[in-house]
């Protein structure tokens, strides 16, 4: 579905949310609005039988003769959730397709750590709870809230939390893979065949939409409609509909071609502003960037602002009394989901994490420690939203749902807790001179960084930079008469750091260093860049490329499937996690040594001068 296609009230409350989220962190609001609306089902759950009453008032939906009712709790599971699932779905297959887990390198330690963290808890939990209707409750302690897990990580996380974020988020999708297919395999009910196959034909049908290029919204919404009362009438839960029809939902990086037609459209429009060229400018727009990342991006505020909060409303209301206290704390339902997310979780992530980093040294990307990872797995033990939501699937009886409830908000704050503790016990640990950025985080590896001179040159100078900086730009010049001073007992290494918030064209510029990089001209492309920081568009980056000589064809290509952007993110997250706060920045001294960050001028007397004092230490 188009944006432009939905209700103007729609766009009303999106721009809505937006203002709410402008200049807040997103995971932390989201997690803000989450915690607001448990505590307000909380308190409503226990002020009478209001809360009970309302979310059990029947609703139908009928077309002719046929119809469904349902009580508005389970409309919420059933019909509200199933655009969460959907969005869980895009967020999946994007970080498949151009994500965190496209690399098999940055995703193996995540992928371990997740099915530790899925596996783990489970027994735990069935160690309390061997059979019966308690048995079948075990898929309740196996997943993350991301948006939790997120907003907790920026309110006690670490004090450099980038990379430990980025190791959360690829650990939470893998996460949210798991959780789907246990979904899916574990808690379907009788199923019906004959709607499966109307509901798997419903899902051919919008392969079929894409595949003939429909563009309106309406003809997306009926199939997916219909699809999903298929999937309702199977037996299988309707929420998979959601995560089948965004799995099968394409995403691909913007066509330069589809890219440069959509500029020409919109120059169309604004020489001639009439309706068929405003429509074709915006089709042209829209086909430029795939319906994935659209959509997700649309629909995301709508997840975490509305829908998981309106779903917290509905699941988290615990009537809480002496007596429902009194079942839980002897409950073994309760205390194997207590187990299982807060031992489960930590013990599983943090284990796993150990084990694969010992057994491949270097898979833990440098600034990582075990000890954050420990308190991150701590807070992977909120599992919330997923685990309430499988409650509700488990459990028939009441009472069973109540005290796995209370153990899902209890393990909750105990996670909360033990990843605070245990973030605050690896800060005080940490020696005095292990302040981060005062010694260079990675150390230089000539087999992945960009070296002038003597790879085994007895002098370093290292340099973060940003194509677009005027000051890296007017550092060149200087660094050339540092090298020219020095000759082959230097070697000089160029790290990325693209300040995004100040330099629109610099992270595009780093990618195409890199791209040049493959075809053995970074240098060139090095100096053309800083040569013309003050144009690089990417038209004028693409013109730059073509007088160095390169394969356009493998260039464009290249940029266009971002093979290189983690190769740019590696450099960025090490010096996020230096704290490093600007460009340029260098780190120079002796080879072989731990090289302290230069602080001060960096004219070429000035660098001059510092590497000589390194030279006579």
Request: net charge negative; hydrophobic share 50%; glycine share 8%.
């Amino acid at each position: 579905m188009t944006v432009d296609e939905n209700p103007t009230n729609l766009r009303r409350v999106s721009r809505l949310l937006a203002a709410i989220r402008d200049g807040t962190d997103d995971d932390t609001l989201a997690a803000g609005f989450l915690l607001t609306a448990t505590v307000v089902a909380l308190v409503w759950a226990n002020l009478g039988d209001s809360y009970e009453s309302f979310w059990q008032t029947p609703l139908s939906i009928r077309i002719g003769d046929y119809g469904i009712t349902l009580d508005l709790k389970n409309w919420v599971n059933d019909g509200l959730m199933t655009l969460f699932f959907f969005v869980v779905g895009l967020e999946v297959k994007r970080e498949l397709t151009i994500g965190e887990l496209t690399d098999r390198t940055r995703a193996a330690v995540p992928l371990v750590a997740a099915v530790a963290g899925l596996a783990l808890p489970a027994v735990l939990y069935l160690l309390l709870n061997p059979s019966g209707e308690a048995a079948g409750a075990w898929g309740v302690v196996v997943s993350t809230d991301t948006a939790f897990v997120l907003g907790a990580i920026a309110l006690v996380g670490p004090r450099c939390p980038a990379r430990l974020r980025v190791f959360i988020l690829a650990l939470a999708v893998a996460d949210d893979i798991g959780a789907l297919a246990i979904i899916a395999f574990f808690y379907t009910e009788q199923l019906r065949l004959g709607y499966l196959l109307l509901g798997f034909v419903g899902l051919l049908l919008i392969m079929q939409f894409r595949r003939l290029e429909v563009w309106r919204g309406v003809a997306y919404f009926l199939v997916a409609a219909a699809t999903w009362v298929a999937f309702y009438e199977s037996g299988v839960h309707p929420t998979l509909a959601g995560v089948l029809i965004a799995l099968i939902l394409p995403i691909y990086p913007p066509r330069r071609a589809e890219v440069e037609r959509a500029g020409q459209l919109t120059r169309a429009f604004r020489q001639s502003p009439n309706p068929d060229y405003a429509r074709a400018a915006q089709l042209g727009v829209l086909r430029a960037v795939s319906v994935n990342e659209r959509l997700l991006r649309f629909y995301q505020p709508y997840t975490a602002f509305l829908v998981v909060p309106i779903f917290a409303l509905a699941n988290a209301g615990v009537v809480i009394t002496g007596e429902t206290i009194g079942d839980a704390l002897v409950s073994p339902i309760t205390w194997g989901v207590v187990l299982g997310l807060v031992v489960g979780k930590l013990v599983g992530i943090t284990a796993a994490t150990a084990v694969f980093s010992r057994l491949r040294p270097g898979s833990l990307p440098p600034g990582l420690t075990l000890s954050q990872v420990s308190g991150g797995a701590a807070l992977a033990g909120i599992g919330f939203t997923i685990s309430l939501f499988i409650v509700d699937l488990a459990f028939e009886s009441p009472e069973a749902a109540n005290d796995a409830r209370l153990g899902v908000l209890v393990a909750a704050v105990f996670a909360t807790g033990l990843g605070w503790a245990l973030f605050r016990l690896a800060d005080r640990r940490r020696p005095t001179d292990g302040v981060p950025g005062l010694v260079l985080l990675r150390p230089v590896d000539p087999s992945r960084d960009h070296v002038r001179g003597p790879e085994n040159a007895p002098l370093t100078l290292v340099e973060y930079g940003d194509f677009e900086c005027p000051f890296c730009t007017r550092a060149t010049g200087g660094i050339q008469d540092v090298r020219k001073h020095f000759g082959d007992d230097l070697r000089y290494v160029f790290r990325h750091f693209p300040l995004d918030a100040v330099h629109p064209h610099a992270r595009f510029a780093a990618e195409a260093s890199e791209a040049a990089a493959a075809q053995g001209k970074f240098w060139e492309m090095h100096d053309v860049l800083f040569a013309h920081s003050d144009a690089l568009s990417e038209e004028e980056i693409y013109d730059y490329a073509e007088r160095l000589g390169l394969d356009m064809d493998r260039f464009d290509e290249d940029l266009r499937l971002e093979r290189y952007r983690h190769r740019v993110d590696d450099d960025d997250l090490d010096a996020a996690t230096s704290n490093l706060s600007g460009t340029p920045t260098f780190y120079l001294g002796a080879t072989g040594t731990g090289l302290p960050l230069h602080t001060g001028p960096f004219d070429a007397a000035t660098l001059i001068s510092r590497l000589e004092e390194a030279r006579e230490v």
